[in-house]
């Protein structure tokens, strides 16, 4: 975890390069050091942006280095590559300078910060150059900026840590502790706080980006919300627009909008103090159709009537866990975090389970089998009180190391009698048995919904449900088995759509950070709406213009990048 808190003691490895190329076209490069970390390297308020500091060499990987096959691929094992080099950096002018260099020799490169990408958009086998950033992962509070800086390599579990354990903040970022910040962010990214602060670019207050001129030159940018001019389209373009379209991404600093003062305390949000930790099962040896469908319609029922931005229950966050039914003793999950210091916490705790269990007529069970991300969790088949911090590193589950294929869908309502029997069928397929096969169903919407669809990229802004289809194995040679079952059962969850969830009365498109290359084919997009409709709707137009400005040449691009206008 993260030991530097503040801008001065990060200082000694973030000196960062200027001067001419870093101001071209008036977008210039600011160190962000407070005054103290200016006087303790000899340089004054006014000439700290005009230092050029000599750093040391990047770190370099090639194909002969016994770390190269742990560098060439993510957590999804389906992906990996065979790049000339993997260069790890530390600084952003040692970003610079990779881009810079990788420009020079006409070389494709990818970044990766996280590594947790569902498609092959860094790891395939066009890329030449890797820039791994897993070496910049500081978290600390930024004077200069009156934000919190947040590296692209930072992980959600280390930034949770840092704010929270520091300052008594966070942020309502994903569950799952290893995701990078310098994709999740980007993606708009959202968790188990979202109902209640919203999704994570809610919060985003700055970015500092490598772009690549029209001629070439590789330059660092820095776009805040305060920005003007195309520099505050950059900054939008960073709340939901996705990672590797505009540049690379080196850092992010986060202040709440509205925040005032100077007290880092005061600038994000503060998580509760106490949240109940709850999770059930019910066993599909007890489920047929008709109970699975009740299920089902109080799940929908229920986000539909409690996902107002100031409903009693915007604290309230569950993962309802719809697992292929493969063997005789396979689950059905349901997670849930709830805020514990809120008003009659414990009865409204209990009215959403009875809600979502009424007239199901299957009892409850521990939650015994690893479902997704999320371990078997028997301990807390009664709701248990847990301090904020020791409940997210219990819920904050991982994806597998193995081969995955996933999808994902925006519901502005609950589930139709249709999909309902849709999800039974392909959730009891005969002939096909996988205890790695599930679609996970969020909770959604609350504070979320209050931010207009055009206020940041991300443009699913009334949306009460998010649902994430995912399979899992490990031999190479079961993934047509495995990528048929899940690509049959999306298609057939959305006929209206061409087999997607185009925007409608119902359905509400698609998540760019559950990346889904099927969403550009023909043969299972059969609709009118693309892939960028479906991940940015009516706000693609404007992130074209943006990739325009800051992208000229699509330096940084993959199989779904913002394309040029």
């Not at 691929?73 to 590559?81: E, F, I, L, M, V």
């Not at 949000?269 to 099962?281: G, I, L, N, R």
């Not at 709830?338 to 199901?360: F, H, K, R, W």
Request: with cysteine; proline share 5%; charged share 15%.
């Amino acid at each position: 975890m993260s030991k530097k808190n503040n801008s001065e003691r990060d200082l000694g490895r973030r000196s960062l390069l200027t001067g001419a190329a870093a101001v071209a076209g008036g977008a210039a490069l600011t160190t962000a050091l407070p005054a103290s970390a200016q006087a303790a390297t000899g340089t004054s308020a006014a000439t700290a942006n005009a230092v050029t500091t000599v750093t040391p060499d990047l770190i370099s990987v090639a194909p002969a280095d016994p770390r190269f096959p742990d560098l060439v691929r993510g957590t999804n094992q389906r992906w990996s590559a065979n790049p000339e080099q993997v260069r790890l950096v530390t600084t952003t002018a040692q970003a610079l300078r990779a881009v810079q260099e990788a420009v020079t020799a006409n070389k494709r490169l990818t970044v990766r910060s996280g590594g947790h990408c569902y498609e092959d958009f860094v790891f395939n086998s066009q890329v030449q150059v890797v820039v791994d950033m897993s070496g910049m992962n500081q978290v600390y509070f930024d004077t200069a900026k009156n934000a919190f800086a947040i590296e692209a390599g930072a992980s959600n579990l280390q930034i949770y840590e840092t704010l929270y354990k520091l300052y008594g903040v966070t942020l309502p970022a994903g569950s799952c502790s290893s995701v990078g910040a310098g994709g999740h962010i980007s993606g708009g990214g959202y968790g188990l706080l979202s109902r209640l602060h919203g999704l994570t670019v809610d919060h985003l207050y700055g970015v500092e980006v490598v772009v690549v001129n029209a001629n070439g030159t590789a330059r660092v940018v820095v776009a805040t919300r305060d920005s003007t001019g195309p520099e505050k389209e950059l900054w939008w373009a960073h709340t939901g627009g996705g990672g590797g379209n505009f540049g690379l991404i080196t850092r992010y600093w986060m202040r709440t909008p509205g925040a005032t003062g100077t007290d880092p305390t005061q600038l994000l949000p503060k998580p509760p103090s106490e949240v109940f930790v709850h999770s059930t099962a019910f066993n599909w040896a007890q489920l047929n159709e008709q109970s699975f469908s009740r299920l089902i319609q109080n799940w929908g029922a229920w986000h539909e009537q409690n996902s107002a931005p100031n409903s009693p229950y915007n604290s309230l966050f569950g993962l309802l866990k719809l697992t292929h039914n493969s063997f005789a003793n396979s689950q059905i999950g349901l997670l849930t975090q709830m805020d514990a210091t809120v008003p009659n916490a414990q009865g409204l705790l209990n009215d959403y389970l009875s809600a979502i269990t009424a007239g199901v007529g299957v009892t409850p069970t521990a939650m015994t089998q690893r479902m997704g991300e999320h371990a078997a969790m028997p301990q807390f088949s009664s709701p248990r009180k847990l301090p904020w911090y020791i409940a997210t590193d219990w819920l904050s589950g991982g994806n597998p190391t193995l081969r995955g294929k996933y999808k994902s869908a925006y519901s502005r309502k609950g589930f139709s009698a249709y999909q309902i029997a849709t999800l039974y069928k392909h959730l009891n397929l005969a002939g096909y048995s996988n205890g790695d096969a599930l679609v996970q169903v969020d909770s959604y919407g609350g504070r979320v919904n209050a931010v207009g669809a055009a206020e940041t990229a991300v443009p699913q802004r009334d949306s009460v449900l998010k649902l994430q289809y995912q399979t899992y194995w490990t031999d190479p040679g079961d993934e047509a088995r495995h990528v048929t079952w899940i690509r049959n059962f999306y298609r057939e969850m959305y006929p209206e759509g061409g087999g997607v969830p185009i925007p409608n009365d119902r359905n509400d498109g698609c998540y760019i950070n559950y990346p889904d290359k099927d969403l550009s084919d023909p043969a299972w997009n059969t609709g009118s709406s693309t892939w960028s409709t479906l991940y940015y709707k009516g706000n693609y137009a404007r992130l074209q213009q943006a990739k325009a400005t800051w992208d000229p040449s699509n330096f940084f691009r993959h199989a779904q990048s913002v394309r040029l206008p």
